[in-house]
C-alpha cells in the first residue's frame, strides 16, 4: 500500500489539546486521525449501501401500487387489530 502524506492548516490550541488527548490514549495524532479517516469513509460507505438499499425498496413499493397490488386501509387495520390483540393478550399472560 502506497502512502501519501495528508498536509492542513488547525489552530495551535487545537493541535496541542488533540495531541495531549491522543499521548493520553497511547495513540499518536497521526494515528487518531487515520482512524478517525477510516471511520468516516465506513460511515459514508454504509450510509450509500442503506440509500441504495432504501432506494430499491421504495421502487419495489412504487412498482408494486403502480400495479395496484395495494392492500386496502381496512384490511391494514383488521390485521393490526388482530396483533394489537394478541400483543394484549400476551401482556395479560405475562403477568400471571
Known amino acids: 500500500m ?15 489539546q488533540f495531541s495531549n488527548a ?7 495524532s497521526a494515528q487518531l ?3 478517525f479517516m477510516r471511520d468516516f469513509v ?13 432506494r430499491r425498496e421504495v421502487q419495489i413499493g412504487l412498482d ?3 400495479a395496484g397490488d ?5 384490511e391494514v387495520e ?9 400483543t394484549r393478550r400476551k401482556m395479560i399472560g405475562s403477568r400471571s
Open 78 to 86: 383488521a390485521e393490526a387489530e388482530v396483533w394489537r390483540a394478541e
Open 2 to 16: 502506497s502512502e501519501a502524506t495528508f498536509t492542513f492548516r488547525v489552530d495551535d490550541g487545537l493541535k496541542e
Open 64 to 66: 408494486a401500487a403502480n
Open 22 to 28: 491522543a499521548k493520553s490514549r497511547d495513540r499518536s
Open 70 to 74: 395495494v392492500v386496502s386501509a381496512e
Open 33 to 35: 486521525l487515520r482512524d
Open 42 to 54: 465506513k460511515q459514508q460507505q454504509e450510509a450509500a449501501e442503506h440509500d441504495s438499499w432504501f
